[in-house]
């Protein structure tokens, strides 16, 4: 079974950047699909990116588009997302997410996650 391991995340003040990384084991990763979602408490996650693991091309919630920018590295079953300008309301646990096949923006459509990292934006 594909495991999926993510680092970074933290506090930061508003205007401020933080990166994520998601690195897959267990398997080769170079057919899925990667995406990254957030979640408040008491809400369903909300999707923020995801990338083609095979062409690289990316696509990006209308929230972040413009400060967050989603990569891969397939030789490393490796994605980060760059997380630039952020505000206040970027605050959330987030999610990296595999699938089979091409890109989704439903969390449902996904077979693997994360453990979820804690990004904290203060004013």
């Known amino acids: 079974q594909v495991q999926l391991v993510q680092s970074g995340g933290g506090l930061v003040q508003a205007g401020g950047s933080l990166s994520l990384s998601c690195v897959a084991s267990g398997g080769t990763f170079s057919s899925y699909a990667v995406a990254w979602f957030r979640r408040v408490p008491g809400k369903e996650r909300d999707y923020v990116a995801a990338i083609t693991w095979n062409s690289g091309r990316s696509f990006y919630a209308d929230s972040v588009k413009g400060r967050f920018t989603i990569s891969r590295d397939n030789a490393k079953n490796t994605s980060n997302l760059q997380m630039n300008n952020l505000k206040p309301e970027d605050t959330g646990v987030y999610y990296c997410?595999?699938?089979?096949?091409?890109?989704?923006?439903?969390?449902?459509?996904?077979?693997?996650w994360g453990q979820g990292t804690q990004v904290t934006v203060s004013s």
């Open positions: 997410a595999a699938a089979r096949g091409g890109v989704v923006e439903t969390p449902l459509g996904y077979d693997y």
